[in-house]
């Protein structure tokens, strides 16, 4: 290939991996990024690990005492930008709960986050359920949790009965524990 052949040709495949990656980039900055999805945790179907420690609002709290109530289980963090989009959506959720009977209870985990950025999130946020810190992440560890928002839902037999990665919406989990709350 002469010189100038090569010059053009290498322009052209230039040109051609330009546009594919602009196109690359156009498809995942517009994909819907808004809900989480399902995965297979080695959880599910086993009984909800140990959870237990002091609250950012104060109160020790301990998922064993739960047991008899369906509990939403989120992992997250202040930096987490998915984790700052949901948090309206499980306020939201966490609140609609409390009226129904017997409803879900939320419960927020610190995911690999300080204590004051995370108090500051919550004041921010208006988040009114309880968030567990866990300063050395062994909660996080045991739940296999490798990212925020990670979310896990408790049936009130004590089982994990489903897991999330990604922002949740409120609708995503009505549905989610519609099957589980009420049922013993």
């Not at 945790?41 to 909800?48: D, F, H, I, Q, T």
């Amino acid at each position: 290939m002469t010189p100038p052949k090569r010059v053009r040709f290498i322009a052209l495949l230039s040109g051609v991996v330009g546009v594919i990656v602009v196109a690359l980039i156009v498809l995942l900055a517009t994909r819907d990024s808004n809900q989480a999805t399902t995965f297979q945790s080695p959880l599910l179907g086993r009984p909800a690990p140990v959870m237990a420690g002091v609250t950012l609002q104060g109160p020790v709290i301990n998922l064993a005492n739960a047991k008899g109530h369906v509990v939403v289980v989120n992992f997250f963090a202040s930096w987490c930008p998915p984790c700052q989009q949901e948090s309206p959506q499980l306020s939201a959720f966490a609140y609609d709960q409390t009226k129904i009977t017997n409803g879900a209870q939320m419960l927020g985990v610190v995911y690999n986050d300080s204590n004051t950025a995370m108090k500051a999130f919550i004041q921010q946020q208006g988040i009114g359920y309880p968030v567990l810190t866990d300063p050395q992440g062994n909660t996080a560890n045991r739940w296999g949790v490798s990212s925020p928002p990670t979310t896990y839902i408790v049936a009130a037999s004590g089982r994990v009965v489903a897991a999330y990665v990604g922002p949740l919406t409120a609708k995503q989990l009505d549905a989610a524990v519609k099957p589980y709350v009420g049922v013993h």
